[in-house]
């Protein structure tokens, strides 16, 4: 197709004039179909910079300027020498992964349903399922906490079977479940709509199983879309405040997450290690926002490569 | 392996997609389902697959009752309207699919895919993707992996809707090839009568649900049962006339108000009319030339008449057509061969 393109363009023009053949050639770019004033289009470019850096920007790195003032050694030291902070870490790195491990699960099941299937109810739930992304976290903690109070018959139950869940592990991974739940289907649903249930149909055609199917066609088509959903979905939940701070009894030692202990920190003016944890959190982040970006990386290839592909017929 | 589909009814919410079907598919038939869009078609070879469960009515498998089998267990070769392949593997991998979920060892794998590479001649295409392929090796690829599993019975949804005239022709014709080597009983649905024509051995046309008509292609091109299976077959010339003492006669054009079932019509096929340029034969009506057209081998004549600006079309042989003189507005005498009648419908 290149070179196909590459004669067309040599063939063309007789005058060796490749700049302007190329230019000529050349699908119109944003540039070419710009009509704004030069002003108007600086004033925005400005706009835009100075939001970035005045709101993102600057912030991040004066924390990063602040974990930093005693020294590499003091940053560490802030870290790994409080026992309660380690432990913070310790339970943030179980939780997280416990909740978006839950939420792939149910986010694998609910797309795929709600994609393969028409059924009573399904505009409702799908509309329902941004319900977390509505509502303020701090209700989410709330409602769990009035959920398995003692007053209640499920509150009454867990005592009985003798489940821990307020303020311990269990209320704090539901809490962050409920806050991240919509995040994966919502990546998933496009992908599956896009890929059809031809490929899924055909495979059961020839013979395959449900196990079969699901590993074989439908996981490799969507693997790309669930990673970054599982991406963004630890991004989040690994920074989960309001919900987790209701639920927990935010006991220091025990039920405190990363998020918790930099608050806790700061308000009893422990500083530098309120920042070095807070910029430790935030270094996770940005690990989880490189992922993502490599992966978004790879997805712009391998749709380029496919229409290529097309075009070459 | 013969299938019979008896009194096969579906219905999707307020709409009846099939009313009460039965067929019959002979061992080794190659049967096609023809009829326009929404007529039903696609539904009752979904039905035969197993893909759709029918509201009532049966399908067998030679003696097996498989109306309530899921299609994984039916062992059928479908192929899918756009093929569906299994975008993230090679060729190979998705020919090899069906035994690979039946946990055969890779020798046999191989052998197996190899014989299927070599049948829909696409050897040296095993590591190709299929975004790697045209349009028509993508049918092929399609269709060897349906047939990898050695299926009972082969179903093609509209197997060349997706493709260009010329690779549809020659795919055409391959696929009645390999119909001759393996002699599979097959079915597949098209809107295309040149598809249905071109390839099948028995035809069943479709209408809103129902079945029109079946039989053998060349039965059902010359003696179709009723209007539409004869309009639906190509163009049809629709006329006043009457059949005396074998003499077929026309007595007048169709006007545009005049509906369709109103009275008795006489049918004519655009290649069973001829011009005249004098009154020289009983029952001709006459015409005004408003357009000739070279198409292949014949040349397409349209003509109108002045009073109820009716039009017909007439296929004249090109020798014929060069001693008439033909150009646009001149008047002719046009007279059938051979007309057709059919009973009113009657309807409530």
């Known amino acids: 197709m290149d070179s196909f393109n590459g004669d067309k363009l040599a063939g063309s023009s007789p005058v060796p004039n490749v700049a302007a053949e190329a230019a000529s050639f050349a699908p119109p770019s944003l540039r070419d179909c710009r009509t704004e004033s030069p002003f108007i289009q600086y004033t925005l470019i400005i706009l835009a910079w100075f939001f970035f850096l005045g709101i993102l920007g600057i912030p991040i790195l004066y924390l990063f300027t602040q974990a930093f003032s005693g020294g590499i050694s003091l940053f560490f030291q802030s870290i790994f020498a409080d026992k309660d902070t380690l432990n913070s870490i310790f339970l943030t790195l179980t939780i997280a992964p416990l909740a978006v491990l839950l939420n792939t699960v149910f986010g694998l099941n609910a797309a795929w349903l709600l994609t393969r299937y028409r059924f009573p109810g399904r505009t409702l739930i799908l509309t329902l399922i941004d319900l977390p992304f509505a509502v303020s976290p701090v209700v989410t903690g709330l409602c769990l906490v009035i959920l398995a109070g003692s007053r209640t018959w499920v509150g009454y139950w867990l005592d009985r079977l003798g489940i821990p869940f307020l303020n311990n592990t269990p209320s704090m991974v539901m809490g962050t479940m409920f806050v991240t739940l919509p995040i994966i289907v919502r990546e998933l649903i496009p992908v599956l709509e896009e890929i059809g249930p031809e490929q899924e149909l055909a495979a059961t055609s020839l013979g395959a199983n449900g196990t079969q199917m699901f590993l074989r066609i439908t996981l490799p088509n969507i693997a790309i879309g669930l990673l970054y959903g599982v991406l963004l979905c630890n991004a989040r939940a690994i920074g989960e405040f309001a919900s987790v701070a209701v639920v927990s009894g935010r006991i220091a030692g025990a039920t405190e997450t990363m998020p918790l202990r930099v608050e806790r920190l700061f308000q009893e003016y422990k500083s530098p290690a309120d920042f070095a944890l807070a910029s430790l959190l935030a270094l996770m982040a940005f690990g989880t926002l490189l992922a993502k970006g490599l992966i978004e990386n790879r997805l712009n290839y391998r749709h380029h490569s496919v229409k290529k592909g097309k075009m070459g017929q | ?348």
């Open chain 2, 1 to 348: 392996m013969s299938i019979s589909v008896k009194n096969v009814s579906k219905r999707f919410g307020n709409f009846q997609a099939l009313d009460n079907v039965s067929i019959e598919v002979t061992s080794g038939c190659l049967l096609a389902l023809l009829g326009p869009s929404g007529c039903g078609k696609t539904t009752l070879l979904r039905i035969i697959a197993g893909l759709e469960i029918p509201d009532s009515g049966s399908v067998r498998y030679q003696d097996t009752e498989v109306t309530h089998s899921r299609i994984q267990d039916r062992n059928v070769g479908f192929v899918f309207q756009h093929y569906a392949l299994f975008r993230h593997m090679s060729v190979f991998e998705n020919i090899g699919f069906a035994l690979r979920v039946r946990k055969w060892s890779q020798s046999k794998v191989d052998q197996r895919v190899s014989e299927l590479m070599h049948l829909v001649r696409l050897q040296g295409m095993e590591d190709r993707m299929p975004s790697q392929l045209s349009g028509g090796q993508r049918q092929r690829v399609a269709l060897a992996r349906a047939l990898a599993a050695e299926p009972k019975v082969l179903l093609l949804d509209e197997p060349f809707g997706a493709l260009d005239a010329k690779v549809r022709s020659e795919l055409r014709a391959w696929l009645r090839r390999l119909h001759e080597e393996i002699h599979m009983t097959s079915v597949f649905v098209t809107h295309d009568q040149e598809d249905a024509f071109a390839v099948a051995d028995k035809v069943v046309v479709m209408r809103n649900g129902r079945i029109e008509q079946q039989g053998k292609p060349v039965e059902i091109f010359e003696h179709p049962a009723n209007p539409f299976v004869m309009d639906f077959l190509g163009h049809v010339n629709v006329f006043h006339g009457r059949q005396e003492n074998d003499v077929p006669l026309l007595t007048g054009f169709r006007g545009p108000e005049e509906g369709e079932g109103s009275g008795k019509w006489v049918y004519v096929r655009p290649h069973e009319l001829d011009l005249y340029l004098h009154n020289q034969v009983d029952g001709s009506l006459v015409g005004t030339i408003i357009q000739v057209l070279p198409v292949g081998g014949i040349i397409r004549v349209l003509l109108e008449d002045p009073v109820s600006t009716a039009r017909i079309q007439v296929d004249l042989h090109h020798l014929r057509a060069k001693e008439l003189l033909l150009e646009n507005g001149k008047r002719m005498w046009v007279a059938p061969k051979r007309i057709r009648t059919f009973e009113p419908e009657y309807s409530i």
